[in-house]
T-cell receptor
Framework: RKEVEQDPGPFNVPEGATVAFNCTYS??????FFWYRQDCRKEPKLLMS???SGNEDGRFTAQLNRASQYISLLIRDSKLSDSATYLC?????????????FGTGTSLTVIP | GAVVSQHPSWVICKSGTSVKIECRSL??????MFWYRQFPKQSLMLMAT?????????EQGVEKDKFLINHASLTLSTLTVTSAHPEDSSFYIC??????????????FGPGTRLTVT
């Protein structure tokens, strides 16, 4: 079983739409969770960390459900510039060093 | 966040040659750096952990004699793909981990190096 699993999409949504991505992880002892954004042929960039209580940053809301071992990202009022691949990233444990596990990414295209 | 550079950003080489990729942490010292590889439409796969002053730790299935890693200073790690073949063509990305309690526990990625072996 993969450490992190994501629906690869693609998701094609109109401007202004709300879209949600989910991600599941296999290691229940995982410590840290992130959403990264990767544009085509570019390096991943941190979008937001995911906290246990859930957190929001503008149009982006991240949720963590430890019991079900999944993470979600909600994007409201989609913009054309939101088109990218969104990577779910999990850090299992401080004891494993700084190793991060990446999902395959979910592709989002926002259509005018 | 940390600024990480990679050089070159893009390289084309002939099969059988060796290619060196540099990863630099520009604004803080990094005792650890990570090397990832990403094939098209796939996730980043950790290849190895580069440790300053000691041997790199390779992930299962990654040939240490083919992917030579040198972490000679606190700001520079190099990855050399020896005797490259077309199947080594990929996007190679390095990263520097943030510091717990300091810069946070995220990772900072370099811009990546696109390697094409003909």
């Amino acid at each position: 079983r993969k450490e992190v699993e994501q629906d690869p999409g693609p998701f094609n949504v109109p401007e202004g739409a709300t879209v949600a991505f989910n991600c599941t992880y296999s290691n229940s002892a995982s410590q840290s969770f992130f959403w990264y954004r990767q544009d085509c042929r570019k390096e991943p960039k941190l979008l937001m960390s995911v906290y246990s209580s859930g957190n929001e940053d503008g149009r982006f809301t991240a949720q963590l459900n430890r019991a079900s071992q999944y993470i979600s990202l909600l994007i409201r009022d989609s913009k054309l510039s939101d088109s990218a691949t969104y990577l779910c990233v999990v850090r299992p444990s401080r004891n494993t060093g700084n190793q991060f596990y990446f999902g395959t990414g979910t592709s989002l295209t926002v259509i005018p | 966040g940390a600024v990480v550079s990679q050089h070159p950003s893009w390289v084309i080489c002939k099969s059988g040659t060796s290619v060196k990729i540099e990863c630099r942490s520009l604004d803080f010292q990094a005792t650890t750096m990570f090397w990832y590889r990403q094939f098209p439409k796939q996730s980043l796969m950790l290849m190895a952990t580069s440790n300053e002053g000691s041997k790199a730790t390779y992930e299962q299935g990654v040939e240490k004699d083919k992917f030579l890693i040198n972490h000679a200073s606190l700001t520079l790690s190099t990855l050399t793909v020896t005797s490259a073949h077309p199947e080594d063509s990929s996007f190679y990305i390095c990263s520097v981990p943030g510091l717990a309690g300091g810069r946070g526990n995220e990772q900072y990625f370099g811009p990546g190096t696109r390697l094409t072996v003909t």
